[in-house]
């Protein structure tokens, strides 16, 4: 009498990948909520980088492409993504803007602008941070000064920005009028539940 002994089937290919799509789906949907609600309308807006026009998108600063393979946690979080137009984002994508961070917290703090096709530089600071933390995300007030080359430290947010000799956009001092940026600093005060 022969004995069958079964082996339970593990997982088939087609099942890992509905899986993984699953998860990779939820993610992005799980930032995307998160980054409306740190930037609420495109980040690039009244910035004099061109009229925003279209919806609302979610946009990753370092591309999908350049982070094949990895997990989603990697390519969408807080410090990636942010929320740009449809016609700002399409400028990126087409390489007419060129978009850098200037600090460590990537979207999540200040990032320089240059429209390639005029340019222009600006900078987009959010007013408010979102923290990922288990099982949500933390709204915290986000501070960024900047101390300009007289000395002068400003908000960023409240910064003004002025057209200098050569026809660039510079941040303003009162006094001095623009000036060049000479240092950054990042933080957050005022942590909210």
């Known amino acids: 009498m022969a004995c069958a002994v079964s082996f339970p089937k593990g997982r088939t290919r087609a099942q890992e990948k509905r899986s993984a799509r699953a998860e990779r789906n939820a993610r992005i949907k799980a930032v995307r909520g998160w980054v409306v609600t740190r930037d ?5 807006m009244s910035l004099g980088l061109g009229a925003c026009e279209g919806r609302s998108e979610m946009d990753e600063l ?4 350049a982070l094949r393979n990895r997990p989603p946690a990697e390519i969408f979080n807080l410090e990636n993504c942010w929320l740009l137009c449809s016609s700002h984002h399409r400028a990126k994508t087409e390489r007419r803007l060129r978009i850098g961070p200037m600090c460590e917290c990537g979207t999540a703090g200040p990032v320089i602008v240059l429209d390639l096709t005029t ?6 600071s959010p007013r408010i941070i979102v923290t990922e933390e288990e099982g949500g995300a933390r709204v915290e007030i986000h501070r960024c000064q900047v101390k300009l080359r007289c000395g002068t430290i400003r908000c960023l947010n409240w910064l003004s920005w002025q057209e200098d000799d050569e026809g660039h956009m510079r941040p303003s001092c009162p006094v001095h009028g623009p000036q060049e940026v000479h240092g950054i600093v990042c933080g957050l005060y005022e942590g909210r539940e």
């Open 40 to 44: 609420l309308v495109c980040r690039l």
């Open 119 to 124: 340019g222009q530089t600006a900078v987009s």
């Open 62 to 65: 370092t591309p999908r492409s």
